[in-house]
């Protein structure tokens, strides 16, 4: 099986910079054998390329491609503690979706972030996870991704 570096290579993607944290927490941190990542947005050099509710504002396909960025953030965060092919699985997936009266497709939108992460570590990337409807997210974001991983020791 390729490297988690040799599949992003193969899937055409590299890990963005590390977001520069909007309060006083890190980006991630590690606790064992464990690394858990602060909530990631879909940012793209620094910018939020869509804003709004789930089901209103933006589609929920939209939604589902956000949700790939906000995991592929959260990968990059977790790697500047311990470098992406220390990442030996994912054990949960947060995810957040700002989502319209009504809407109830989180699941759906979240998946983007699982997709990414099953093709990237293949089975180490299936995991626990849980999505989230909420009425609001920081910078009037769409959707919010956070991690725990395990790592070699």
Do not use: W
């Amino acid at each position: 099986m390729p490297t988690p570096t040799e599949r992003l290579r193969e899937l055409g993607l590299e890990l963005p910079a590390v977001a520069t944290p909007a309060g006083a927490y890190l980006p991630a941190r590690r606790s064992g054998s464990l690394v858990f990542t602060a909530g990631q947005l879909p940012m793209v050099d620094g910018v939020l390329p869509v804003t709004g509710k789930v089901g209103a504002e933006v589609d929920p396909d939209t939604a589902y491609g956000l949700a790939r960025t906000c995991a592929l953030n959260a990968l990059s965060a977790a790697a500047s503690v311990v470098g992406l092919d220390a990442i030996t699985g994912v054990v949960k997936v947060v995810g957040f979706v700002a989502s319209a009266p009504g809407f109830t497709g989180q699941p759906k939108v979240i998946n983007g972030a699982s997709d990414l992460l099953g093709e990237v570590f293949g089975a180490a990337g299936r995991h626990a996870r849980s999505a989230v409807g909420v009425s609001e997210l920081p910078m009037n974001t769409p959707v919010e991704v956070e991690l725990v991983v395990e790592v070699t020791s």
